[in-house]
């Protein structure tokens, strides 16, 4: 006469095959359900708190004639972003131009000196704070840096 094997909760401490299976799907299910929490930590952490500042592709060398005057705006491609590069009071500054409410391209108003984002009434102000409408972050700044006359964006 065959014996059947019978596997259940009752007898599963005695048969140590059937406990390791158990252990590592138990510990698989751990692993995975950490990985997908850590996942979910680290975005609701990146829109609490972005990077203060946005450095992702190579520097980019604007010449004099590349370069915004005063109260205006230039776009620059860096990346696979584009960079607002604008000249106010003397003082040239750059910003992601992607919008930290959901990523539309803002635009710079020079009448106002703000930068508007079309998609749900954003506003920043020229500093890249965002002072009105959805977005709950400043616009990511980049660096800027003089190389004789020329600008470093993204230095
Ligand atoms: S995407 Fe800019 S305000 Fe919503």
Known sequence: MVQIPTETPENAAENPQLTSRRGFMATASIAI???FGLQFVYVLFRYLAPWGKFRVARPVRLVTDQQPKEGECVK???GDSVVLVIRDEGEFKAFNGACTH???LVRWQPATKK???ACHNGFFDRNGKNIA???PSPLLAVDVARD????IIGS
Do not use: R, T
């Not at 004789?148 to 600008?151: I, Q, S």
């Open 76 to 78: 620059v491609k860096y």
């Open 115 to 117: 930068f508007f984002c």
């Open 148 to 151: 004789g006359e020329d600008l």
């Open 133 to 135: 409408g959805p977005p």
């Open 102 to 104: 959901l990523n539309c």
């Open 33 to 35: 359900g950490a990985l």
